[in-house]
């Protein structure tokens, strides 16, 4: 097992772009890359440069949040030790769930009533805590990475 991140928790950039996948599509070479362009995607859509309708809106919102998710994770999970055995089995799990809760969330919606509206809305509150729980993780964790970094970054030049 490789440890994702090694790069972030503990200075080094060594290693191959594999290894420094996104905890949750491990093993997918240039995940980092496919999550960064979904995070690019929200440039156009967000600023209202693209004409979209709901359902589109809804779509690269989702598809946003998948990628900041994974980039919001890449210091917790590489600190805390969280990680798991890379294969394609859970690469594709978890391609699978990305694009299962994109259709999910359309059938819901158009489904309408007061329990799609419930259970929605309740989906976006927990949501909504878990992305400020990673941010929260990242600002407690990101000062003893970074002094990390600059003291290994002394060490090596000192040698």
């Given at each position: 097992m490789r440890r994702c991140l090694r790069w972030c928790a503990?200075?080094?950039t060594a290693g191959p772009p594999e290894e420094r996948c996104c905890p949750?599509?491990?093993?997918?070479p240039g995940s980092l890359w496919i999550h960064g362009l979904l995070?690019?995607?929200m440039v156009p859509f967000g600023y209202h440069l693209v004409p979209q309708n709901g359902v589109l809106r809804t779509?690269?919102?989702q598809l946003f949040a998948?990628?900041?998710v994974c980039y919001l994770s890449l210091l917790p999970t590489a600190r805390l030790s969280f990680w798991w055995k890379h294969s394609k089995r859970m690469s594709l799990a978890y391609a699978v769930c990305v694009l299962g809760s994109l259709v999910i969330v359309q059938c819901a919606v158009h489904a309408g009533g007061r329990v799609a509206?419930?259970?929605l809305a309740w989906l976006g509150l927990v949501g909504l805590i878990a992305l400020a729980a990673l941010a929260i993780a990242n600002l407690v964790l990101l000062p003893p990475a970074i002094r990390r970094v600059i003291r290994s970054a002394r060490v090596?030049?000192?040698s």
């Amino acid at each position: 097992m490789r440890r994702c991140l090694r790069w972030c928790a503990a200075g080094s950039t060594a290693g191959p772009p594999e290894e420094r996948c996104c905890p949750f599509a491990s093993g997918v070479p240039g995940s980092l890359w496919i999550h960064g362009l979904l995070l690019l995607v929200m440039v156009p859509f967000g600023y209202h440069l693209v004409p979209q309708n709901g359902v589109l809106r809804t779509l690269t919102g989702q598809l946003f949040a998948v990628g900041l998710v994974c980039y919001l994770s890449l210091l917790p999970t590489a600190r805390l030790s969280f990680w798991w055995k890379h294969s394609k089995r859970m690469s594709l799990a978890y391609a699978v769930c990305v694009l299962g809760s994109l259709v999910i969330v359309q059938c819901a919606v158009h489904a309408g009533g007061r329990v799609a509206g419930a259970v929605l809305a309740w989906l976006g509150l927990v949501g909504l805590i878990a992305l400020a729980a990673l941010a929260i993780a990242n600002l407690v964790l990101l000062p003893p990475a970074i002094r990390r970094v600059i003291r290994s970054a002394r060490v090596s030049v000192a040698s």
